[in-house]
């Protein structure tokens, strides 16, 4: 695998690893954008990356630890990673989920995470039901002072929308995409609609179509075991996973009549608008068009 | 932009046995590396479409069938017999527009088995047979050789009998051995080093359940020696 | 009777169990066990309940089971009277346990290609997907046979433990990049399976048929 050429897929912050995969005093070896690198941990704290080419190690690689993951770039000019400030709410339960091995385009993996209309089909009798499949219409911007897409006022009918939520419920949802390779959602809590929960999907483009999904959270839940609640949110994503790698092609299309939207998919019209804009040809399906 | 824009040749492919795709299925084929969904409704024929919902792409052969439709996996888009889509669950009260299709390819049943032919134009025929009625389904293999490997297995093998074969078309070979078995072979390409055989028999007084089992289990002593690079015996069928 | 599973979601081998107490109408407990990340399987604590550090394990009462073909067989011989599952005929025992070790043994390719893909584990990819190729090779020559007497299962007429035990890392084997394109006679018997009356889905495998 060749790392990638493009630019626009380089500048950015990427997940690499989770504290679980990196044992203090040893390393993890990944790839990131088709480039091997090696993530080690000389102290419980301190995370170090650098290039691995032919088992030797080359250049240096910045390193943040933030949202349970652990963040490298390739790039000279990397965007910042977002701002989520749930996960330093004192009282708020951070989990990390490991990561899941997806093999296809990181841009369908964002773009299903920002999809409802799948929820009756995909997560059956969990996130949606088949008696109640609408997506009521809801607020899609592209807010270009953060250069993030927003999706607002999103509602959905959940038999049982969460861990802690018993029966079924109408649920708001707001969808924030952060970063070509980075979403996140908040969804009310169950027993505080003041609050919302936040569940976010780092990928970690390992080549065009192979890629790794961190799904950290930050959450308002005094009820349920860790292990209940990471069994839930795998269960989801497993779900996901299969029509994730069975999507033709795996490559992003981004021409428009290469595959036909509806209302309820604005999200992913403006997603792929946004893509094509900022000229990212990493994952995408057009190479000349890019 | 096309997904699938090579020209196919205008040709028939055997690529299942009929009495193996029931009523109310999808299966995933593949022809010369070309993903297919092979369906049949609750009732009627089996229908062959390319392997992708025209909405994001999903692989069909995962739908499901409710009635004499199709359903997406990942959304629920349902699609008719003729491939057009009528409803999206999404807009439970929108009449999907015509233009929203599924690819759909020429499609067969003929002595068993179905037949496909993803040319625009269709104008050959299905490969003729000597005889049309009588024949039943022995099973379907599928072998890690090239088609031309598999013809050439199925011609050097030892059928422990005199053996006749010939070809009726390209990827089709009868085998008559002694006065009265007929086997008949549908070669299906699935890629350079792998295809799927089809196989029916035709003989005087239907074949009964422990007759067509020994057969099947021939079958698959033909596909394992055709992988093994040949040398396998084949006991006579009428010491069976 | 208190049945307690020590179970996880995504594990296909905890999946039998669940199956096989959905068939036999059973209520039990569920404890979780963090497999993945938190690798509780392999805590002290769990390795009290199985020193093989596997799931699922079942508690009956004072009895504890470890190994998912042992369990259902526990159940089947315990719980189902009509003898179905676990048929007491000597012919069809006999051909149940032989599937049973099969989808134990040799079908387990299935599951460590789709450790592979899925959660990260390290072992030799197209080792594993070529030994479960063999594996699903052997069940569809099986069913082929038992589809031209027109019989759906894999021993005597009815669905056995030997189906259950069988059907979920079949079923699950997309997961771990292994299609069921070369196999009409399993995609067959799986659709049959998913049929059955209070079958329910896993992560993995459709729910709708």
Redesign the interface.
Known sequence: MAITTDPVAINHWIACG?P?KVPVGGYWDTVLLGQNIRVSRPQPDIYEAAILTAGALGRRLPVQSRFCCIFTTLGQDPRPLPQIDEFDEPDRRLI????????TSPYRMIENFLDMAHFP?VH??ILGAEKKTEVVSHKIEHRKDVDEIWATDCRFFQPAASKAATGGQMTDYTYRVMSPFSIMLYKNVHNDPGRNDAICMFVQPKGEAQC?AYMPMALVDDVN????I??FQ??????D??IL??QRPALMPLAPAAEIPTKADVGSVTFRRWLKQMGISFGIYEKAAA | MQINDQVEADRWVGV??DS?I?SA?S????LNGRELALWRGESGPARVWDDRCPHRGMRLS?G?VRGNTL?C?YHGWTYGENGHCEAIPAHPDLAPPKTICASTHGTAAKYGIIWVNLSATRAAHVPDLPNQPGWLPV??V?LRASAPQVLDGIAEFDYGEPARTSMPAQNACVVVLGSDTQLFFALQP?GLDKT?LHVVVNESGEPQ?PR??RL??QV?RLRDTIEAGGGGVWPSPRTL | MALKLYD???SGSCYKVRLLLAFLKLDYARE???F???R?HKSLDFLELNPLGQIPVLEDGDLRLRDAQAILCYLADKYDKSGQWLPRDPDLFGTVMMWLMFAGGEIMAASAARLH????YDLDIAAARQKAHAAFRILD?HL??R???STRWIAGDHPTIADVACFPYVALS??G?I???????L??WM?AFRRLPRFH????I????
């Open positions: 989770w679980g990390n989920c490991g990561s899941v091995g997806v093999n089909f059956t009798n790794l075991t860790t292990a209940a990471i069994d795998q269960t989801i994503f497993l779900q996973r299969v790698e069975n | 299942a046995l193996q029931q299925s299966h995933p084929v593949i995962f499901f359903r996996l099973r379907s599928h699935i799927g359940i067509r089992q099947a289990r698959a | 996880y979601s995504l979780q066990v963090d993945y990340p938190g509780a893909d899925s959660l990260g020559d082929t046979l589809a031209i007497e997309g997961d990049g299609g069921h394109e070369d196999y009409p006679a995609r067959n659709r889905a896993m992560s993995g459709p729910e709708f048929v």
